[in-house]
């Protein structure tokens, strides 16, 4: 076991999803999508996001793709053309999630 | 029926590279060319140039695109789709029949589908029982009723085949889904029953997967090192077979890349419940479907599954939600960060002393290069400078404009090591709200009509 920054083995994708966004999250193998599943509950994500995502987080699994799916809910500033944010559609959520350490 | 079509994406969003198309007809072959044009945001904004100029109100990119594409994608026989139509289709279509005659394509069939522009009808909805409440929140359409710019349905496949069936090699739509711009075609030529619910969800994974262009060949990409060729991006092509089975690819020799990862990028892009991912004409689920690499830049997809459409259609409104102003200027180091914070909390306490505030929920201070998009997670760094940018949002526009008179005056009246102010006073611009909700389908009928060239 070694701590490992997320992003030197999963990839991810994130955009908008109303006032909130969404963040795919996937890996390569069998192992490392377990490992996933285990370390990334919508708690941890929710934790790692603190600062950004100010609702709740909901996670959705896609084993066929090794991939979970997390919708951090009010985390656009309001989102579309309301949003005074830099990143009012959550385009660089992906690899904040990537920044997370987890045991592996 | 043909045993494979082949279906490009050449246009992500409105303001996407016209390379794009341009490229896809002149590298390769293809049988179709797919444009997505609108976000939710556009439709207010080309309702508010329709009201100005009846002609207006439309994707005019599309027509300066065509004017690059046209003979030569005629020749080859390639058709177009695209829902550059905006809230005024007509429109649209008269000002590509007029490229057209100028550039001598006679023969040439342009079609226009029209009835996903609902504003006109919003009040016969609401006195039938149709309540239009806000999807997301739950609140009754009246709260903003009188505030509403746009309203538009979002229309499915069938609209489209139906467009291509009349004979049209330029579809041109309003609101048409972006993943119907590539099922339509697929529905048309594979004559797929409107109840064969897993092919239509194949169709819509396929259009799901190559709806933001570049996005899957290599744009936006985790390992974007991994990535070669980016000035010479290729656009994806779905190479579609009548068994619901595609291929993700792009032409030879085109940079970027399609692999698995690429593909497994876009899939989950902008992804809500991936087993319920709900469309005008089924519910796809985005769970079954295999995903693998087969060959240098195809990727196989299969085994999608869908259940039946539910018995409604989104429709997307638009309102004015207030006014908002953002500017920046740019504070050099030492103490870059103390610094700018400074900066905003004087602009703010000038305007207070002005009589001007601002609820704290519709203020934002953002010190760029310090950890703004990472927020909370990116560690505390003092760079050697920052750009602040600090905005406002209110209901009263004089009072937004206000605020944007008092960023440039620090400058000279502020910390030193202030500039980068080239940008100006920034003025008051319209929020468009949006109102996602729902209208019963049976109210809905995409009408379609099609012109040919003399």
Known sequence: MARVRLGEFAQAR?????????????????????LLRRELTAERVRQHFH????????????????????????????????????????KTHGLALLQMEIER | MRDKI???????????????????????????????????????????LRSRDPRAGYATDFVRMLDRILPEAHQKGIRVIANAGGVNPRACMEAVLELARKKGCSGLRVGVIEGDD????????LADGEELRNLDTGEPLAAIRERISSANVYIGAPAVAACLAAGAD???????????????????????????????????????????????????????????????????????????????????????????????????YEMGDPTRYLGPDCVADFTSAQVEQDGRDRVRVAGVRGGPATGTFKVSISYLDGYKAVGQLTVSGPDAVAKARLCAAIVFDRLALDGVTFRDDQKTVELVGSGVCHAGIAPAIDPPEVVLRIGVRDPDRAKVDRF?????????????????FAGGRPKATEVVGYWPALVSKHRIAPTVHVETVR
Not at chain 2, 9 to 36: H, M
């Open chain 1, 14 to 34: 994130s955009g908008d999803k109303g006032d909130g966004s969404n963040v795919g999250v996937f890996v390569s193998n069998a192992t490392d999508y377990e």
């Open chain 2, 170 to 268: 330029i579809v041109i739509g309003g609101r048409i889904t972006d993943p119907a711009l590539v099922a339509g075609p697929m529905l048309h030529e594979f004559g797929w029953a409107l109840d064969d619910w897993d092919k239509l969800a194949a169709a819509t994974v396929a259009g799901h997967i190559v709806e933001c262009g570049a996005q899957c060949t290599g744009g936006n990409y985790t390992r974007w090192q991994d990535v070669e060729g980016w000035a010479n991006i290729g656009y994806p092509i779905i190479e579609a077979r009548p068994d619901g089975a595609f291929w993700v690819t792009k032409h030879d020799g085109t940079g970027g890349l399609v692999t698995r990862d690429s593909v497994v990028h876009q899939l989950l």
């Open chain 2, 118 to 125: 609902v504003l006109d009808r919003l009040d016969e909805f």
């Open chain 2, 6 to 48: 082949l279906i490009a994406n050449g246009q992500g969003f409105w303001g996407d590279s016209i390379l794009g198309p341009v490229r896809l007809v002149r590298e390769g072959p293809l049988d179709y060319l797919a444009l997505d044009y609108l976000a939710e945001v556009t439709m207010s904004i080309m309702q508010k």
């Open chain 1, 51 to 90: 600062a950004i995502c100010l609702g709740g987080v909901e996670r959705y699994e896609l084993p066929n793709l090794l991939a979970l799916n997390f919708i951090l809910h009010d985390s656009l500033g309001g989102g579309g053309s309301a949003s005074l944010k830099t990143d009012a559609q959550g």
């Open chain 2, 404 to 420: 944007g008179m008092e960023i440039v005056p620090l400058v000279t009246s502020g910390p030193p090591g202030v500039t980068g």
